[in-house]
């Protein structure tokens, strides 16, 4: 039991490590490495670079010593006379220069010594370093050798390496103190300018968390850099997505409590109707016609819903004469709709339109029906006009011209004539607003004071784009 709580400790240093482990910071440490990455590399390239400059400088004056010293180191030899064949070396009689711990020797070209400084090493320190003129590294010493140019003999001086390493590492405490300094300041600084133009992120994050159902307005993109911009205007779309599917939502549950009340009132009385008294055949067709009517409504809301969603939205080439002669296969199944219904399409091959062949055939289905019902008994034109436009046209008693624009709107019926384009028009609307293309209502027809005409305009397809099988929703 005691292990609960430590668990829970645990979980919450945690959470607080990840909360504490902000992208200001991440940036900051991964910013800070870089740099100080780069710096190392820098810092040991122009350490190789000092390195080998100092060992020149220090080889450049060792070889310009030697040249300097051997006339003098000669000159001293013959002061003091050259010494006989098996006789120690001869000490300096004055130093040749005056660093106190100069090594150096004087020998001729059979290797005898010949002249050596007071606080000379050990007579073994020079051998088996040859006798010709340049440098030779012997522990921990760097000598040079050089020639006299008149006579036989070659002075060695010796030069203590230990006094190159220092100063190599001289220089690398010059460069690495300030520049840790800089770091230090380097750190502060990155860390206030990432939460600084972190900013951004806390109002987009901000602007977020203020959204729910009820608030699901575009964010603020002004100031926003452009990948935040980018990742805003993804949001924005998705929000207008959400805003759109809740709205279908919202208006599929209106319409559906304010278009299926009335059916199924119809229903429940003629079933109530049947029950309390002799079942008779007039009772139950009335019930079924009652259900006929709750399903042509039901067919109806679920096609206004489709056509508010976003599932009309996928556009594509469309060949309209063949979608006309489909939509119009399917009504002349019934006797009465093939006598009064009449295609008319172009002998001229027309091009393609573009949009969603299967929301094209609700939406003129619509259209057919409205034309055959309330167009009392007149004959009903499908046609198909160039360049892209489906028109359905009927010689019924038409609509006030003052009205058209209300019918497109949804349960908005003309009650001063016996038509009525409700739910149909409003899905028809909805549909071609989708499409980007443009529903047009004509009442009267032209040059008459009857009909009425309603004409869908679509864009055309791109001329590279080629027809697409049909496929008709039923």
């Given at each position: 039991?005691?292990?609960?709580?430590?668990?829970?400790?645990?979980?919450?240093?945690?959470?607080?490590?990840e909360?504490?482990?902000?992208?200001?910071r991440?940036?900051?440490?991964?910013l800070?490495?870089?740099?100080?990455?780069?710096?190392?590399?820098?810092?040991?390239?122009?350490?190789?670079?000092?390195?080998?400059e100092?060992?020149?400088?220090?080889?450049?004056?060792?070889?310009?010593?030697?040249?300097?010293?051997?006339?003098?180191?000669?000159?001293n030899?013959?002061?003091?006379?050259m010494?006989?064949?098996g006789?120690?070396?001869?000490?300096?009689?004055?130093?040749?220069?005056?660093?106190?711990?100069?090594?150096?020797?004087?020998?001729?070209?059979?290797?005898?010594?010949?002249?050596?400084?007071?606080?000379?090493?050990?007579?073994?320190?020079?051998?088996?370093?040859p006798?010709?003129?340049?440098?030779f590294?012997?522990?921990?010493?760097?000598?040079?050798?050089a020639?006299h140019p008149?006579?036989?003999?070659?002075?060695?001086?010796?030069?203590p390496r230990?006094?190159?390493?220092?100063?190599v590492?001289?220089?690398?405490?010059?460069?690495?103190?300030?520049?840790l300094?800089?770091?230090?300041?380097?750190?502060?600084l990155?860390?206030?300018?990432?939460?600084?133009?972190?900013?951004?992120?806390?109002?987009?994050?901000?602007?977020?968390?203020?959204?729910?159902?009820?608030?699901?307005?575009?964010?603020?993109?002004a100031g926003?850099?452009?990948?935040?911009?980018s990742?805003?205007?993804?949001?924005?779309?998705?929000l207008?997505?959400?805003?759109?599917?809740?709205?279908?939502?919202?208006?599929?549950?209106?319409?559906a409590a304010h278009?299926?009340?009335?059916?199924?009132?119809?229903?429940?009385?003629?079933?109530?109707?049947?029950l309390?008294?002799?079942?008779?055949?007039s009772?139950?067709?009335?019930?079924?016609?009652?259900?006929?009517?709750?399903?042509?409504?039901?067919e109806?809301?679920?096609?206004?819903?489709?056509?508010?969603?976003?599932?009309?939205?996928?556009?594509?080439?469309?060949?309209?004469?063949?979608?006309?002669?489909?939509v119009?296969?399917?009504?002349?199944?019934?006797?009465?709709?093939?006598?009064?219904?009449?295609?008319?399409v172009?002998?001229?091959?027309?091009?393609?339109a573009?949009?969603?062949?299967d929301?094209?055939?609700?939406a003129?289905?619509?259209?057919?029906?409205?034309?055959?019902r309330?167009?009392?008994?007149?004959?009903?034109?499908?046609?198909?006009l160039?360049?892209?436009?489906?028109?359905?046209?009927?010689?019924?008693?038409?609509?006030?011209?003052?009205r058209?624009?209300?019918?497109?709107?949804?349960?908005v019926?003309?009650?001063?004539?016996?038509a009525?384009?409700?739910?149909?028009?409003?899905?028809?609307?909805?549909?071609?607003?989708?499409?980007?293309?443009?529903?047009?209502?004509?009442?009267?027809?032209?040059?008459?004071?009857?009909?009425?005409?309603?004409?869908?305009?679509?864009?055309?397809?791109?001329?590279?784009a080629?027809?697409?099988?049909?496929?008709v929703?039923?």
């Amino acid at each position: 039991m005691r292990a609960a709580p430590a668990l829970r400790t645990a979980e919450a240093l945690r959470l607080r490590g990840e909360q504490a482990d902000t992208l200001a910071r991440r940036l900051t440490r991964v910013l800070l490495l870089w740099v100080t990455a780069v710096w190392i590399l820098c810092v040991a390239g122009v350490v190789v670079f000092m390195h080998r400059e100092i060992n020149r400088n220090f080889d450049n004056e060792l070889e310009e010593s030697t040249l300097r010293m051997i006339d003098v180191a000669v000159h001293n030899l013959d002061l003091a006379g050259m010494p006989p064949p098996g006789a120690p070396p001869l000490l300096e009689p004055q130093p040749l220069a005056s660093t106190e711990d100069l090594v150096y020797r004087l020998v001729d070209d059979s290797g005898r010594v010949l002249l050596l400084p007071r606080a000379a090493l050990n007579a073994g320190f020079f051998q088996k370093i040859p006798l010709r003129q340049g440098f030779f590294n012997k522990d921990g010493w760097r000598v040079f050798t050089a020639r006299h140019p008149t006579r036989p003999l070659f002075l060695q001086l010796a030069d203590p390496r230990p006094e190159r390493r220092r100063a190599v590492r001289q220089v690398l405490l010059g460069l690495a103190t300030p520049m840790l300094a800089v770091l230090a300041v380097l750190a502060v600084l990155l860390g206030a300018v990432a939460r600084r133009e972190l900013q951004v992120l806390h109002r987009l994050e901000s602007q977020i968390a203020q959204r729910d159902g009820g608030d699901l307005r575009p964010v603020d993109l002004a100031g926003m850099p452009q990948e935040l911009r980018s990742v805003g205007e993804h949001l924005n779309r998705l929000l207008e997505r959400l805003a759109q599917a809740l709205d279908v939502e919202r208006a599929l549950a209106a319409n559906a409590a304010h278009e299926l009340r009335t059916p199924l009132a119809a229903v429940r009385l003629r079933l109530h109707t049947a029950l309390e008294g002799p079942l008779a055949a007039s009772d139950v067709q009335a019930a079924v016609q009652a259900l006929d009517v709750l399903s042509q409504r039901t067919e109806k809301l679920l096609q206004l819903s489709r056509a508010e969603s976003a599932a009309s939205r996928v556009q594509a080439p469309v060949d309209l004469a063949q979608l006309a002669a489909t939509v119009a296969q399917e009504f002349w199944q019934a006797h009465e709709p093939m006598s009064r219904l009449v295609l008319r399409v172009p002998d001229a091959p027309l091009p393609l339109a573009l949009g969603d062949l299967d929301a094209l055939a609700i939406a003129l289905r619509n259209l057919v029906e409205n034309a055959l019902r309330y167009g009392e008994g007149s004959r009903v034109e499908l046609l198909v006009l160039p360049p892209c436009t489906l028109a359905v046209r009927d010689q019924g008693p038409g609509v006030a011209p003052g009205r058209l624009d209300a019918l497109r709107r949804r349960h908005v019926r003309d009650s001063a004539m016996q038509a009525g384009y409700g739910l149909g028009l409003s899905i028809v609307s909805s549909i071609v607003a989708a499409l980007q293309g443009r529903l047009e209502l004509l009442s009267p027809l032209p040059g008459g004071a009857r009909g009425f005409e309603a004409r869908i305009h679509l864009q055309p397809a791109p001329a590279s784009a080629t027809s697409i099988p049909a496929h008709v929703v039923p």
